[in-house]
């Protein structure tokens, strides 16, 4: 029975751009019950995985409770003060320019726009930047030089209206999922046509229509070949061509590219044109594949091209969809927080827009010039010319390209501040100060999502130990620096009325972005203020934008930008043949500082890999599970190699999650190359270039335990359990002895061992018991070690009398990896009851073991899993 002595509190999931309304309740014992609003429109009561595991990320394992100097612990006033002085001290020897922020579109809108004006309007540079910068840049730079504005024109009902849904460089079924099971839903009900634009054959091609497994970074070759294919089909739409120039031009152009750089057959290609041009309502959805490239700004506008030269644009079912990955990257955007925006969709070159500000703030000064953009910010961190550095809310020592450089770059700096929910990161630990904040469950303001809905993130659990919401630490310094009225707030709410009325001087100077019609909320408004989509103005609320042909360049014009096609910045070369693709997983967010703590989302994939060819495996005589080193000249890392066509011979793919805190070989941002887009700056995360080699370590091992363990072996990687954590381990070396091996893996100098050894082949377990229950065990041998990870993963704390067979008993099913995260159910069990019960739907696995019944994230892989299990049954 649920506790009802709490009220249920509605909120915003904090991970994804789809912005899913959640429905929260304490439970008394610091932890939340979760489930989706179905009131909320992004959602309809609907979660993924990630959002239904929320209440098990809550605790306060791990968190980091009061300031830190140094290390030690220090009062607010202490930490705060050092924090004003330094930078003040830095700004008035070295100029404004010598001192940076490097914030998070995580973080809540009030938390940006404080940021923003305390950089751009009272330190009085512009050296603000964002992770946004290495997610969403490109988009917001492509939608400039198109519409004159970072508009996102449409809205999530119009990927349901669409006869036709594009997917480019977006794996939606894992990283949106709630929007992929929209549009599934709507396949469902009217026939809606996918296609999926990917080199990879990902989750998301499961159930679409068409996959088109391009070579990496030619969507600019394969949307100029479209733009040229709409032009010879005469399907230009010549009334709305009236409201847009260059058209000319960007045709001309796409008609010098080449679309056989795609290395997709004519057939594909005439099939996809044909499908694209035929169906009147097309929807293009775009993520990193797409952003993330020295040609990013240039493949948005090539997709966008294709939309403005039919008129697919701000109607029903129609529009370029950069879906944002962040749950406040639009907010982020909004608020200008990065380091060429000034506020409000305002621009930092526009004398006007920057005197309005000026004039707005009241403040002492206003930037006039961009600051720098990530990449640059951390060479400049690195080389000395910035001083202090305060980096909030995001881990940057594993997410920067060249992230091994970026790490030693914070670690020299003179001053760096570091905000964040837990000291663990490995951000964290190269910071003088720790500055704890309210995390999300604790937390209050606003964020918008990927289609302009406003939402509000409420507070659910109290505030635990010392900690203080961002904006509040942030008004704070400012005040400390000496602009006490400036950051006098006492409240979101406040700041909320004032970001708002600072967008209503936005609207009166022509700017998309105005919703002046909240700039009068009251606090109680505030507090029950529904999810609404901007602009929000006296005269016009949410909607579609450009429908009309008003676009927000001078004229009133959209434009088409003449593009072409563009090699990855990398070159594969003899030494690093492999190009390196790299992305997200279903159930991890990020570097997991968060996620890691649900044992349930930690099952899915517990390990970090690489996806190779068979081909180039049998070449390099790789085997499945063996361990493979990756060399750039950046740097280097370890990973499980998973074998899989999923792949182009010749491109490997590693997920980003992997931190010095989970797996410290596997950190894969140290292999990337710090390449980026000349126009929006954002690096090329997914086309670098790696040689690929075996590991071929001295030994392989494999752990449980109850308590965290730490093994200093060449190559681990941990992850949570039910009962405790389990761990992957290789070493370069032998140890001289297995049980004092283990004691020192495990912490355990005294507990009672059970050994078992063969020293013929090498191989060694080791069992730790205590009252009669399992502690911790060891498997170590040879080669990578074969057991039942999942069953071993459930001993700790049990007795265990047979836990070094490594394998259940009889009566006891093996129920294999991990598949469906909400019901817990594994691969085996899956298998199973597909034979056993005939099962041959997805719906009848439902039904059968609710698994893929409840978020749906996992049913994907449920369609994968009967589709192979159906073909063996049927060649048997
Ligand atoms: N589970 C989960 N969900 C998340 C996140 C998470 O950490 N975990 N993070 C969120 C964030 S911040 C973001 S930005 C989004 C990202 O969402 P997505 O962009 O969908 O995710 P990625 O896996 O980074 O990359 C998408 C795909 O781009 C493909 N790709 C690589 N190169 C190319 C290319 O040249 N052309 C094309 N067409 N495709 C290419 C990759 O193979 C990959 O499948 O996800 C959000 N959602
Ligand atoms: N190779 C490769 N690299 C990539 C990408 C890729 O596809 N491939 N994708 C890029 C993209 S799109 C993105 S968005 C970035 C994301 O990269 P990051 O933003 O660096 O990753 P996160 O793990 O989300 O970091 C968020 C941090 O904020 C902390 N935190 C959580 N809640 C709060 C809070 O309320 N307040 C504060 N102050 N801190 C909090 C968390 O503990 C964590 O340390 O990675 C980029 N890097
Ligand atoms: S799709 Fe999942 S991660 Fe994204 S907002 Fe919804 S519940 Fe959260
Ligand atoms: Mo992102």
Redesign the pocket.
Known sequence: MKDQSFPEIRSTCP????GCGVRLRADGNGGLDVRGDPDHPANFGKL???GSALGETVGLDGRLLSPRIHGRDASWDEALELVADRFRDTVARHGPDSVAFYVS??LLTEDYYVANKLMKGYVGSANIDT?SR???ASSVAGHKRAFGTDTVPGTYEDLEEADLVV??????A????VLHQRILAAREARGTRLVV????R?A?CDGADMH?G??????AA?FNGLLSAIDAAGAIDDDFSAHITGMQDAIAAAALDDDAATGLTRAQLDAFYKLWIGSRRVVTV????????TSGTD?VNAIVNCHLATGRIGLPGTGPFS????PN?MGGREVGGLANTLACHLDLENPDHRAAVHQFWDSPVIADTPGKKAVDMFRAVGDGRIRALWIIHTNPAVTMPDADAVRDAIAGCDFVVVSDITAQTDTARLAHVLLPATAWGEKDGTVTNSDRTISRQRTALPAPGDTRPDWDIIAEIGRRMGHAAAFDYASPAEIFREYAALSGVAGTLGRDFDISGKAELGDSGYKTMAPFRWPFTQGRQGGRFFADGQFYHDGGKGRMIPVRHRA?GSTPTADTPFRL??????????TMTR?ALSPRLSAHLAEPYLEIHPTDAARLHISPADLVHLHSPHGRAILRARLTDA?QPGDV?A???WTGETAPAARIDALVAPLTDPVSGQPE???SVVSVARFDPAWYGFAVSSQPLSPDSAYWARARTRTGWRAEMAGATLPQDWENYARGLFDLPQAQAQVMLDARRGRARIAFHHDGKLLAALFAGPEPVALKREFLATLPGTAAPDALTGHPPADRPDPGPLVCSCFNVGLNTILAAIEDQHLMSVEAIGTALEAGANCG?CRPELAGILASALSKEAAE
């Open positions: 991970y994804c751009g789809v993924c995985s990630k579109g995580q992770n290495l997610c969403m997917l480019v460089g977006s794996n939606l894992w990283c949106h999922p634009i990917d080199p990879r990902t998301s088109l391009l070579a990496a970074g030619s969507d394969l775009y993520s990193q594949g797409v952003n993330q490239s493949k879906v944002t990955g962040q990257a990855p693709n790299t992305g997200r997983i279903r159930d991890q967010w990020h996620t792949v793919f997920p980003m999650h995360s997914k086309a994230s």
